[in-house]
């Protein structure tokens, strides 16, 4: 199995609305990842945890809250979203002490 | 020093032809280059990677050459098919850790058939 899935592939949400991103690989891979993509635009990194602890955070609006809750699963908690957060958020997640990272297929978020 | 410039920004080639992408990076540290395809709607796939111990590396029809002197990789594509029609991201990164992927701005590929 070396599928990253991610859920929901589509999500539309109000400004005042609280939704969840779901991302899940049974790969073994102890380092998951949340990017951010813009039509015609590279990913862009925002957190990265590394054995279920927060590693990196890129300065990333509290809006958006990350959460490993064991080592196949992490959560990507939105709330109080702007229109401009509109994007494709991406799961990915790497063996440790390689350098593949293998991408799920993305949430497409709208924010109304 | 973290910028990997990519170039072009798109690519339009004939079927049976050579696609090449160019990449540059700045960082003497990185060890480990990958690059990635991305079609509409998906997200983006290991298409093949090279370590700088080694000057070219091959996977069917995809073949990257790196320079280090130059610090400089590129992917090329023989034969282009019309099902390679993607956009295309160098990226780089030191190999055994966490940290981050830094991506080139993209390459999108049309081949006509």
């Known amino acids: 199995d070396t599928e990253v899935t991610q859920t929901p592939k589509h999500l539309v949400m109000g400004m005042t609305n609280k939704k969840s991103l779901k991302c899940e690989q049974h790969m073994g891979h102890r380092a998951m990842y949340w990017y951010k993509q813009k039509a015609k635009k590279p990913p862009e990194l925002m957190f990265v945890y590394s054995y279920e602890k927060l590693s990196i955070n890129e300065s990333v609006p509290s809006r958006f809250s990350p959460e490993c809750p064991n080592s196949s699963l992490l959560n990507l908690h939105l709330h109080a979203l702007q229109p401009e957060d509109s994007a494709l958020y991406l799961c990915?997640?790497?063996?440790?002490?390689?350098?593949?990272?293998?991408f799920g297929e993305g949430s497409r978020l709208t924010v109304l | 020093q973290q910028q990997v410039k990519q170039s072009p920004q798109s690519l339009i080639v004939q079927k049976g032809g050579i696609s090449i992408i160019n990449c540059a990076y700045e960082?003497?540290?990185?060890?480990?280059f990958p690059w990635y395809q991305q079609f509409p709607g998906k997200g983006p796939a290991l298409l093949i990677a090279?370590?700088?111990?080694?000057s070219e590396k091959k996977e069917g029809r995809f073949t990257i050459s790196f320079n280090k002197s130059a610090k400089q990789f590129s992917l090329h594509i023989m034969d282009s098919q019309p099902g390679d029609s993607a956009t295309y991201f160098c990226?780089?990164?030191?190999?055994?850790?966490?940290?981050?992927?830094?991506f080139g701005q993209g390459t999108e590929l049309s081949v006509k058939p």
């Open positions: 960082n003497t540290a990185f060890d480990y």
């Open positions: 990226a780089a990164t030191l190999y055994n850790q966490g940290g981050k992927l830094i």
């Open positions: 090279i370590r700088p111990d080694v």
């Open positions: 990915a997640s790497k063996l440790a002490g390689t350098g593949e990272l293998f």
